[in-house]
């Protein structure tokens, strides 16, 4: 299994950005697809994107969609979201979150295996 700790949160007035990185340590990264998903304070969590094991394959939720983008490199077992044009309904913890390689879902069930969460908070 693998494990994930994602790191680069922080607080940030609206209209920056930030560039959050998930490292992952165990097994071989590459046979995972992988997701961020976010949790606001009160509230479920919810999808935001995801890549394909071999980079390809993204998808981002409709709220995020051409604001945030999700990357990967294989080599460093690192999966990134770079955040522009924050907004303050983007303030949530970030969990990144990996899944089997035959796996292409934006449901947080079909995920097996979660990071610790990082938090992005964004100022008006």
């Known amino acids: 299994q693998v494990q994930l700790v994602e790191s680069g949160g922080g607080l940030v007035q609206a209209g920056g950005s930030l560039r959050l990185s998930c490292a992952a340590s165990?097994?071989?990264?590459?046979?995972?697809?992988m997701g961020w998903f976010r949790q606001a304070p009160g509230k479920e969590r919810v999808f935001v994107a995801r890549?394909?094991?071999?980079?390809?394959?993204?998808y981002y939720a409709d709220s995020v969609k051409g604001r945030f983008t999700i990357s990967r490199d294989n080599a460093k077992n690192t999966v990134y979201l770079q955040m522009d044009s924050l907004k303050p309904e983007d303030t949530a913890v970030y969990y990144c979150?990996?899944?089997?390689?035959?796996?292409?879902?934006?449901?947080?069930?079909?995920?097996?295996?979660w990071g610790q969460g990082t938090q992005v908070t964004v100022s008006s």
């Open positions: 165990g097994r071989t990264f590459s046979n995972y697809n």
């Open positions: 979150a990996a899944a089997r390689r035959t796996v292409y879902s934006t449901v947080s069930g079909a995920y097996d295996t």
């Open positions: 890549i394909g094991w071999n980079g390809f394959n993204t």
